[in-house]
């Protein structure tokens, strides 16, 4: 398994960007969002045939479950199946759910260092979400929960069918609509989290199964 780069020079990207630090060779790098953060996206990650190769393996081997969530006060079902894994003690608190990581299996440790290695950064967790069909979709959030530290960073890497992701600003209104390939990573940094606010909507035609996993860090308390 392997990043599938277009030359041997570093990313590059802009004065205060996230920084990307080895030779994946994808080029410069564009920063999607116009201000108040930073998202990236680079497709052809992983080719298409070990992202299809992934997408089989992950949706057999890895501990899927249906789950509840609060929302207004109301628990509602959760409308894709999700995993976390992590180190030991990698808890992840949201929408009134504490999720415990299980143990990193051998497949999901090594994606999380080639990440790691064309991010620069270490991430002690992943939460996966299995969307079924165009029925199962993301509502509008942030990720900022105190777990994730001031400024979180997310490595997202999509397998599966292609889907559309969607990023709107809290103030202006702006959106960016991103469609997410099989292979591909999704990068979020900076202050996009206290800013913009992100989504995966319903489809309205038939859309096969998709894996998402999003690489994190979880901020221990001291």
Sequence with gaps: MRAVGRSSKPLSTSAGAIQLAVQQGFGIMINRVSQDGELYYLPGFISQREAQLLFERLQTELVWRGEEITIAGRRVKVPRLVCWYGDEGAVYRYSGVAHDPLPWPDILCRL???????????????????YRDNRDSMGWHADKERELGENPYIASLSLGEER????????????VDILLAS??????????????RHCVPKASEAKAARINLTFRNIVRPA
């Excluded at 990023?167 to 202006?172: G, I, L």
């Design 112 to 130: 999380k260092r080639m990440i790691e290695t064309v991010c620069g950064r270490v991430f002690n967790s992943v939460l996966g979400n299995l």
């Design 164 to 175: 559309l992701f969607k990023v709107r600003h809290n103030t202006t209104g702006e959106c």
């Design 183 to 196: 292979g591909s990573l999704l990068l979020m940094g900076g202050c996009l989290q206290h800013h913009w």
